[in-house]
């Protein structure tokens, strides 16, 4: 199995940007399909970027798309998350999570592995 474990996250204005990582050890990284999934407090987890195992497709969140940025560098074991004019609605644990298999998810419960989550505070 891969864990991963997510840095970046703090409090930034509105309009701000942050650039979360999530570093993974263990199995083979570029077996897995990446994604970030947050939670809002009080709501339920939500999907809102995935790559696929060689990073040649993306996939976004209505809410998110073009401005967020999944990647990844297989090389050094790392998938990121760019977040650019970031929203108080932004605000919210973010989770990196890996799966087995060819295809991106946007369904939560399709990702077996989870980091332990990274904060982000967005303040208006």
């Known amino acids: 199995q891969v864990q991963l474990v997510e840095s970046g996250g703090g409090l930034v204005q509105t309009g701000g940007s942050l650039r979360l990582s999530c570093a993974a050890s263990?199995?083979?990284?570029?077996?897995?399909?990446m994604g970030w999934i947050r939670q809002a407090p009080g709501k339920e987890r939500e999907f809102v970027a995935g790559?696929?195992?060689?990073?040649?497709?993306?996939y976004y969140a209505d809410s998110v798309e073009g401005r967020f940025t999944i990647s990844r560098d297989n090389a050094k074991n790392t998938v990121y998350l760019q977040i650019d004019s970031l929203k108080p609605e932004d605000t919210a644990v973010y989770y990196c999570?890996?799966?087995?298999?060819?295809?991106?998810?946007?369904?939560?419960?399709?990702?077996?592995?989870w980091g332990q989550g990274t904060r982000v505070t967005v303040s208006s």
């Open positions: 790559i696929s195992r060689s990073g040649g497709a993306t």
């Open positions: 263990g199995r083979t990284f570029s077996r897995y399909v």
């Open positions: 999570a890996a799966r087995e298999g060819v295809l991106v998810s946007s369904s939560t419960s399709a990702y077996s592995y």
